[in-house]
């Protein structure tokens, strides 16, 4: 026998070998039961199957749409620039102040403290600080 004749010949065994094992498989009841409550769901998973290819074409058509991504990327970008520009100025002025407190040697005193509280925005900063430790200390409550 030629080597190709007994490779055909293995080849034909092992699907002959699947086949039997398949059913012997479709032979088990928990299998034909199994089987039958596939068979009687087929519309409803035809039905879901559906539903999943439309909800998957949207998302792709969302996902390569270039205007769509681009208006987003712009909507994105407006949102977050003013945000940006804030805490850019924010940056600043911390950046500023330490320079002016490095700068300024004074030493700052009793009725120096006591002026400073008189200050609208010491005043602002400072029932920001209470109600900040108020609501901390309610949530650890």
């Not at 012997?24 to 928990?30: A, H, R, S």
């Not at 909800?55 to 909507?75: E, H, M, S, W």
């Amino acid at each position: 026998m030629s080597q190709t004749a007994q490779q055909e010949a293995a080849v034909g065994l092992a699907q002959e070998a699947k086949s039997l094992d398949v059913l012997d498989q479709l032979t088990k009841p928990e299998i034909q039961q199994s089987l039958t409550v596939l068979v009687e769901n087929l519309p409803k998973l035809a039905e879901m199957v559906t539903m999943l290819t439309k909800a998957y074409d949207f998302a792709y058509g969302v996902a390569t749409d270039k205007v769509l991504i681009n208006d987003f990327a712009q909507g994105i970008g407006e949102f977050v620039k003013p945000v940006q520009e804030k805490a850019k100025g924010i940056a600043a002025a911390a950046i500023e102040a330490g320079d002016r407190a490095q700068a300024d040697t004074s030493t700052i005193g009793l009725f120096g403290m006591l002026k400073m509280l008189k200050d609208p925005e010491v005043q602002r900063t400072l029932r920001f600080a209470q109600a900040f430790l108020n609501v901390l200390g309610e949530q650890k409550k």
